[in-house]
Nanobody, 123 residues
Framework: QVQLVESGGGLVQPGGSLRLSCAASGPILSISNMGWNRQAPGKERELVASIGPGDTANYADSVKGRFTISRDNAKNTAYLQMNNLEPEDTAVYYC?????????????????WGQGTLVTVSS
């Protein structure tokens, strides 16, 4: 089974920074897309940023210029650098990874979600 471990959430003051990490492990053959989503209290989950195999990144309008997504393919890890954080960024952040895995000598697609990490922006 492919598993994700997220880290880096916490409490930060407005204007501060945090870096989230998402490490994938298991019988991974390749990873295509890695992304971060978030869900604020009382709101639906929304895509924050994603990055493809060629490092092509996409961002929600609300985080453009403040957040940067990156990946380390050797470590199967994605990062989300969050700068100039605002109270509206408060949410549980979930990592999402898709790719191909090996199971019983057969290549299969996979998509997994992390357990979520809480980011709270407050003074």
């Amino acid at each position: 089974q492919v598993q994700l471990v997220e880290s880096g959430g916490g409490l930060v003051q407005p204007g501060g920074s945090l870096r989230l990490s998402c490490a994938a492990s298991g019988p991974i053959l390749s990873i295509s897309n890695m992304g971060w989503n978030r869900q604020a209290p009382g709101k639906e989950r929304e895509l924050v940023a994603s990055i493809g195999p060629g490092d092509t990144a996409n961002y929600a309008d609300s985080v453009k210029g403040r957040f940067t997504i990156s990946r380390d393919n050797a470590k199967n890890t994605a990062y989300l650098q969050m700068n100039n954080l605002e109270p509206e960024d408060t949410a549980v952040y979930y990592c999402n990874v898709a790719g191909k895995r090996v199971a019983s000598l057969v290549v299969r697609p996979f998509e997994v979600w992390g357990q979520g990490t809480l980011v709270t922006v407050s003074s």
